[in-house]
């Protein structure tokens, strides 16, 4: 599995990894072959960035305090979750808006996704 990122954004693939800052390929939360077969199933890449976003919030990187031993480190009185959490709801919001945009709701109503 490969994870790479192109910051020219010539693929969907790389604007989900831009928007959701998962860019370094020696750290990538998300492998290219994830976020292609999201991006397959999804109607749009707003919706499938969600998705994958989701998946981040997941796997851990709502994490805002660690603790090992006599360490310990948070990362300030700003949750990083709950604004990570926001860009997955604007994105999945933008998703669903453009959905209604070019179907009228008829492609949400057959899709059966929680816009």
């Given at each position: ?27 990538a ?43 310990s ?6 949750s ?36």
């Amino acid at each position: 599995m490969t994870a790479t990122y192109n910051s020219s954004l010539p693929s969907d693939k790389d604007w989900v990894r831009f928007v959701l800052g998962d860019r370094d390929g020696s750290s990538a939360v998300l492998q290219d072959e994830e976020i292609n077969a999201i991006l397959a199933e999804e109607a749009n890449k707003y919706l499938a960035a969600a998705i994958c976003g989701e998946a981040v919030l997941a796997l851990g990187k709502d994490a805002v305090s660690k603790s090992v031993g006599n360490l310990s480190i948070s990362f300030g009185s700003s949750s990083p979750e709950s604004a990570y959490r926001a860009l997955v709801s604007r994105l999945r919001e933008r998703g669903c808006q453009l959905l209604l945009e070019t179907s009228g709701g008829a492609v949400l109503r057959s899709l059966g996704t929680d816009c």
